[in-house]
């Protein structure tokens, strides 16, 4: 490389700072702009008041960062994550007596790894501080992007309503609020030579894109609302549940989802169709009930009603929406990964690991195949990104992290409806056997694909529908075997008796 370009990277969530690192780490001079204040001062060790739930890194994440190629840097981000290797499911009997049903993430004792949210994030930051040629400036808010000239500009951020301990550890969706921030300065412009967009499901970057390219754009909302709760821990500091896995209370129209965080609480979320949450949030006295009808088994062994209905006043009422772009960026000058391409509802828990695998696949399969090749025609390539090299990628992956937002949004149904199913559950068990016993089969269920494999998003759809269709077939050819069996049956009986 005879120069080192400039790569500007907005947002500083584990996205954000991933790529910041993949940049830097190939030599170019990275400039990381976060809105939010730096993480990684503070008690390490604090919490959030905020009931975030935490994170599950599985398969897709950690081997994307892995491919950072910081020595340590895995084993850091994963150091005193807990194992999550089943869901339970809670339910109630015909007389009111509460119920429990495991189910195995994976066939072959395959987990998710549970860690607080923001210990990623702080993990990369403090990777890509150590770099030489990266730098990291907190309190920035992007106001403007020229991607012709290539110019940004950006202004300094005071939060006023928040402290930093608390804001670090916002969602992306919940940052930024513009009641709980104040802009102090004029506008600062900087050059780039390549800007990276991963601030989030409000991604600025993205509609300073849509202002100067046309650029289909889907924004759906799920008819529901989340509301985080968080169960304390027992006076000795103990879960008050299994802590080896995640807690699911499925009803028809609602969900509780649970797991446990690393203090002994269990940090979990509700998710209720908006009209009931907008009526609920009218008379609260109301809410201990809906919720021990709804949720069996955890008022009051796990809550009071007090603290439910006090949790449910108290914690924001979150929308959740589905985003589709057509376009994953700007010429060669600009990119958009993770949430700021493709933001998907929360119920596969894969939004930060496909984030993170994006990353990854635009560099490893794009950014450094494009250098390559250029090099060994003998042309040197100085500029980040080679000539159509943001277009391939967007071609690339735009059908898999489509399909991941529709898995996404389906897996809403089967949180609800499908674990209480006996049916369903037993396909699953069929499914696990199948991979575990007969992998020349190419069969396996949805999940356990999604999490603990890397084949492309689109790719593990089409292998969904062709196992669907064939067990549809099967069940078919079952009932009309069993006509024809029952018709021939009754024919002959009556053959006898003439």
């Known amino acids: 490389m005879t120069a080192r370009q400039k ?39 604090a919490r959030p008041a905020i009931a975030l739930i935490p994170l599950a890194l599985s398969e897709r994440g950690i081997r994307a960062i892995e491919g950072a190629g910081v020595p340590g840097l895995i084993e850091d981000v994963l150091n005193h994550s807990s194992p999550l290797d089943k869901r339970m499911i809670h339910g109630g009997d015909e007389d009111g007596n509460p119920t429990q049903i495991q189910m195995p993430y994976g066939p072959n004792g395959q987990c998710l790894h549970n860690l607080p949210r923001e210990k990623i994030a702080k993990r990369l930051l403090l990777a890509l501080q150590k770099e030489p040629n990266a730098t990291v400036i907190f309190n920035q808010r992007l106001v403007s992007c020229d991607f012709e000239s290539k110019l940004a500009s950006f202004k300094r951020v005071v939060w006023k309503e928040k402290s930093a301990d608390i804001e670090a550890k916002l969602p992306e969706n919940m940052a930024g609020n513009e009641q709980a921030s104040v802009d102090t300065t004029t506008a600062r412009t900087i050059r ?82 908006t009209d009931i949450c907008r009526s609920l949030e009218r008379h609260p006295e109301e809410f201990a009930n809906f919720f021990r009808t709804r949720f069996p088994g955890i008022i009051p062994d796990l809550l009071s009603a007090e603290s439910v209905t006090e949790q449910f006043i108290r914690h924001q009422h979150i929308s959740l929406k ?9 010429k060669d000058t600009a990119v958009l990964l993770g949430d700021s391409a493709h933001t ?7 939004g930060m690991i496909t984030g993170l695998e994006d990353v990854r696949i635009f560099f490893e399969e794009f950014i450094d195949p494009a250098h390559s090749a250029l090099a060994d025609n003998g042309h040197g390539e100085s500029r980040f990104c080679p000539s159509g090299v943001v277009q391939r990628y967007a071609d690339y992956r735009r059908p898999d992290v489509q399909a991941m937002t529709d898995m996404a949004a389906e897996h809403y149904h089967e949180l609800r409806i499908g674990v209480r199913s006996k049916a369903n559950r037993a396909k699953k068990t069929i499914e696990s056997t199948l991979q575990r016993y007969a992998p020349m089969l190419d069969w396996a269920t949805l999940y356990s694909r999604i999490q603990f494999s890397h084949e492309r998003f689109s790719v593990v759809r089409k292998k969904d529908d062709r196992q669907k269709k064939i067990i549809k077939s099967f069940v078919l050819s079952l009932s009309v075997t069993g006509v024809i069996t029952t018709a021939f049956a009754f024919l002959s009986l009556m053959l006898r008796q003439t």
């Open 344 to 350: 998907m509802l929360p119920f596969h828990a894969m």
């Open 7 to 45: 790569v500007v990277v907005v947002g500083g969530g584990p996205v954000g700072a991933l790529a910041a690192l993949y940049s830097a780490r190939r030599g170019y001079q990275v400039d990381l702009y976060e809105l939010r204040d730096d993480p990684t001062f503070g008690d390490p060790n």
């Open 322 to 330: 589905s985003v589709k772009c057509g376009k994953f960026g700007y």
């Open 192 to 273: 780039f030579d390549f800007i990276i967009g991963c601030d989030g499901a409000y991604c600025v970057l993205r509609q300073c894109m849509m202002k100067q390219m046309d650029m289909d754009f889907q924004q759906s909302y799920a008819d529901a609302l989340w509301c985080d709760f968080i169960i304390p821990p027992t006076s000795d500091g103990d879960y008050r549940l299994n802590s080896k896995n995640v807690h699911i209370w499925p009803e028809k129209e609602s969900i509780f989802m649970a797991q446990p965080d690393c203090d002994g609480s269990l940090r979990g979320g509700m998710v209720a169709p």
